[in-house]
């Protein structure tokens, strides 16, 4: 079967939207904070999206482009862990154009007492399976996540999968996990230093990709 990932349209030949849903407990002020920031980094506007990361090299691209890519992200807080999780396990019962991806948890270290003295901690909780995995016929197998262990046994230095630019699997970047952790602790470095982190670094994004080509 082949299933969206979260909630992607295309808006004629010109745009692509996509609505992403971040879910939080517990509810106190300086979570509400942190989600805001969190959530007005995913709400954006990006005009030639694919010039900013291929530069002169996206006129040798054998599909046409967007013109412009847009994101918004909705935020839902609840008072405990297992309210959310509910909320989750219900929503999750249909994955394919779901916008939701992902639920927060935070420690009373960050919900509470915010401090830099402190041992900051929180969780992300992600659907149970893989929702972008695909086999080698192409179609999804949404294989579990391997939780046996906190971290995997590396036999071999360097990257376990070098020849995935994504970082393969398990999915880190695929399934959301990579994105949504920069985006916490940089709304939380934000809250504790008054220092706003821009949201697209264009230079880094073109400086990748050349070294890539």
């Avoid at 939701?100 to 402190?118: E, H, P, R, V």
């Avoid at 376990?160 to 996990?177: A, H, R």
Wanted: some cysteine.
């Amino acid at each position: 079967m082949d299933c969206a990932f979260l909630n992607l349209t295309r808006e004629g030949a010109d745009g692509v939207h996509l609505d992403v849903k971040l879910i939080y407990a517990p509810m106190t002020d300086t979570t509400r904070r942190i989600m805001e920031i969190v959530k007005n980094r995913y709400s954006v506007t990006i005009k030639n999206p694919m010039s900013i990361i291929f530069g002169s090299y996206v006129n040798f691209l054998p599909v046409t482009m967007p013109k412009y890519f847009q994101s918004n992200m909705s935020i839902q807080g609840f008072d405990t862990e297992a309210d959310m999780v509910a909320y989750a396990k219900e929503s999750f019962s249909n994955q394919c154009g779901n916008p939701l991806l992902a639920g927060i948890t935070f420690d009373d270290s960050i919900a509470n007492s915010l401090s830099s003295d402190a041992n900051l901690e929180y969780t992300i909780r992600l659907s149970n399976t893989n929702r972008r995995s695909k086999g080698a016929s192409g179609t999804n197998t949404y294989t579990p996540w391997n939780t046996k262990v906190v971290f995997a046994i590396q036999f071999v230095s360097g990257p376990i999968n070098p020849s995935d630019s994504d970082g393969g699997y398990p999915g880190y970047w695929k399934e959301g996990f990579m994105t949504v952790q920069k985006s916490i602790n940089n709304a939380i470095y934000e809250i504790m230093t008054g220092q706003h982190i821009p949201v697209f670094n264009a230079n880094l994004m073109a400086s990748v990709s050349s070294a890539d080509c």
